[in-house]
């Protein structure tokens, strides 16, 4: 089984988000990045297939040369090769566009993306890429079985899951589940020197449409003060939920 | 040229996000003079959807779609655009909606905004504000292609009543095989209970309640509310509660009404999933937990009293204003 994992290249969860050149761009200054989560958890199932079922795996990004520490992380986890498109990733049918090109070139059997990159959240990504590519498509899915032609996929519905019955070749749109938090990997010092063995192949992306632009950013407001409520006055509390803010 | 929206519906019910959907389709269709139009799957009383301004709606009644798939769904709803030359569609932010989405997006091959929060900043260029960074700021995206598909955010733009008439009819999408090479084996879902993604309030816990043990008073807190519950994610990854409860940025996100956190701190990757919710209660010991600078009421206090005295409160007031 061929396995590409598509990774995203997104700011860590504990960063502060600002914006610059008049609120029309993501301020990268002192921001730290990684591997979009939903994708770890997905490179790291693909990682359990590869051990236990002997798979090949391959990752790819759709970034411009800063993005390669992440791809660098992703080879010393265990990921046999990497591919970089070397474009910005502007919108989600770009880059679903750009990362057909290279599963139509892979011959891949499974696709694994995250469900959403938790940078601009488009959760588009998976979907257009099957879709392009003519393959079966499960979306938020939290649990994978492959075996031979036949995969058996948990997704998250609202109110509780779904299992379903497919076939190869798959896209999912994968999360939280698909491993747990704790079989999370981190690299270690062997699997570091041995990244640096590992092809990088890095391609130039093909002329692809975009159907969407962000134009300009804005911050939240700033939340008011907190009404602080004694611990003896729940009354209080009640009094404020039903007649000052009408939630109840 | 009218605009289609697909409202989503279960065991034939619309649900609030269907309504939520066609509120946003008439307020686009009148910016733009023109008229909305529905696509519903196995819904009963299509008509209703008049009540929220919706003028036609095309009604598929089909036993092949009575579960849901999301390829032959997006199918059937590319058909319904096509046969009305609709050019804007509007959807929803369910976890069905959001995965035949993309679907839908690249068989029409068309420009697909999600999360998005308002009406139409203009309509040439069509321009929307969605949530981005998982709700840590917002940007206003443009669409250039020639079909225009927008996700509406849970309880942003809302449910609004604008009443008139619509015309139903009854529409047979061609269904090919290949559209069902995906199969439903078994659903799990908690009935006659609201869902995190729907329910008007959410009641969530965090660490600060010690153990799984201790759920039973959030439960029922809950209970007396109508309220989903939900966790923290350290909640989660300990196993004290399903991952599906999990709220927060790598969890999922809650734009309820209210959202009451007892014993959760507060983590900046929570506040971001829950920062949609309109009125925010925290309950927590530590009077510097920093969800106390997101919230608009807090109790400084130890859950194990407050939140049984709380129950004992509400109950009251339920039955006083019953």
């Given at each position: 089984m061929k396995i590409l994992v598509c990774l995203s290249n997104v700011p860590d969860t504990t960063s502060k988000i600002n914006f610059t050149d008049g609120d029309t761009k993501f301020d990268t200054n002192g921001v730290q990045f990684v591997i979009n989560p939903n994708d770890e958890f997905g490179l790291t199932r693909a990682m359990w297939f590869k051990e236990k079922q002997g798979a090949t795996v391959h990752v790819a990004t759709v970034g411009e040369a800063s993005t390669e520490p992440t791809i660098r992380k992703a080879l010393a986890i265990g990921a046999d090769e990497a591919i970089r498109v070397n474009a910005i990733p502007t919108d989600g049918y770009f880059v679903a566009e750009q990362l057909a090109e290279i599963v139509k070139n892979g011959e891949y059997d499974l696709v694994i993306a995250g469900r959403e990159s938790i940078d601009f959240n488009g959760g588009m990504?998976?979907?257009?890429?099957?879709?392009?590519?003519?393959?079966?498509?499960?979306?938020?899915?939290?649990?994978?079985?492959?075996?031979?032609?036949?995969?058996?996929?948990?997704?998250?519905?609202?109110?509780?899951?779904?299992?379903?019955?497919?076939?190869?070749?798959?896209?999912?749109?994968?999360?939280?589940?698909?491993?747990?938090?704790?079989?999370?990997?981190?690299?270690?010092?062997?699997?570091?020197?041995?990244?640096?063995?590992?092809?990088?192949?890095?391609?130039?992306?093909?002329?692809?449409?975009?159907?969407?632009?962000?134009?300009?950013?804005?911050k939240p407001a700033p939340k008011g003060q907190v009404k602080l409520v004694d611990a003896d006055n729940i009354d209080e509390l009640i009094n404020l939920l039903h007649n000052e803010a009408k939630v109840i | 040229m009218s605009v289609l929206v697909y409202t989503e519906s279960e065991n034939g019910k619309f649900k609030k996000n269907a309504h939520e959907a066609a509120s946003y389709a008439y307020e686009v269709a009148k910016q733009m003079g023109t008229t909305a139009t529905a696509i519903s799957i196995n819904a009963n009383e299509a008509e209703s959807l008049?009540?929220?301004?919706?003028?036609?709606?095309?009604?598929?009644?089909?036993?092949?779609?009575?579960?849901?798939?999301?390829?032959?769904?997006?199918?059937?709803?590319?058909?319904?655009?096509?046969?009305?030359?609709?050019?804007?569609?509007?959807?929803?932010?369910?976890?069905?909606?959001?995965?035949?989405?993309?679907?839908?997006?690249?068989?029409?091959?068309?420009?697909?905004?999600?999360?998005?929060?308002?009406?139409?900043?203009?309509?040439?260029?069509?321009?929307?504000?969605?949530?981005?960074?998982?709700?840590?700021?917002?940007?206003?995206?443009?669409?250039?292609?020639?079909?225009?598909?927008?996700?509406?955010?849970?309880n942003a733009f809302g449910s609004i009543e604008n009443k008139t008439t619509a015309t139903v009819e009854s529409f047979d999408p061609s269904l090919a095989d290949d559209l069902f090479t995906t199969k439903s084996i078994e659903i799990d879902k908690v009935v006659g209970k609201a869902t995190i993604a729907d329910a008007d309030i959410v009641v969530s816990g965090g660490r600060g309640l010690k153990g799984p043990e201790n759920w039973g008073m959030i439960e029922e807190l809950a209970e007396?509310?109508?309220?989903?519950?939900a966790c923290s994610k350290p909640v989660s990854d300990l196993g004290w509660r399903p991952h599906g409860e999990h709220v927060g940025q790598t969890g999922k996100p809650v734009a309820s009404n209210l959202y009451i956190a007892i014993g959760i701190s507060g983590a900046i990757q929570h506040l971001a999933g829950v920062s949609s919710s309109k009125v925010k209660v925290v309950i927590n010991t530590d009077p510097e937990a920093p969800f106390f600078k997101a919230a608009d009421y807090g109790i400084v206090g130890d859950a194990f009293e407050v939140v049984p005295k709380l129950i004992e409160k509400l109950k009251e007031f339920k039955a006083q204003n019953a």
């Open positions: 990504v998976p979907g257009i890429l099957a879709s392009l590519s003519g393959m079966n498509f499960v979306n938020t899915c939290i649990s994978l079985e492959i075996e031979g032609n036949n995969a058996t996929a948990i997704r998250e519905i609202d109110g509780g899951k779904e299992k379903i019955s497919t076939t190869l070749p798959l896209v999912i749109g994968g999360q939280k589940g698909l491993v747990a938090e704790s079989d999370l990997r981190i690299p270690n010092m062997r699997g570091i020197m041995m990244a640096r063995q590992k092809k990088l192949n890095v391609v130039e992306p093909i002329s692809a449409s975009k159907a969407t632009d962000d134009v300009k950013f804005e | 008049a009540d929220y301004g919706v003028s036609k709606v095309l009604n598929v009644s089909n036993e092949r779609l009575k579960t849901f798939n999301a390829k032959a769904f997006a199918n059937v709803i590319g058909q319904a655009a096509q046969k009305e030359n609709a050019k804007i569609i509007i959807l929803s932010s369910s976890a069905d909606t959001k995965f035949l989405a993309p679907i839908l997006t690249a068989q029409l091959k068309a420009g697909y905004v999600p999360n998005v929060v308002s009406a139409p900043e203009s309509t040439s260029p069509f321009k929307v504000k969605r949530t981005v960074f998982s709700n840590k700021g917002f940007a206003f995206t443009e669409i250039s292609s020639e079909i225009k598909i927008i996700g509406v955010s849970n007396v509310l109508g309220a989903a519950t």
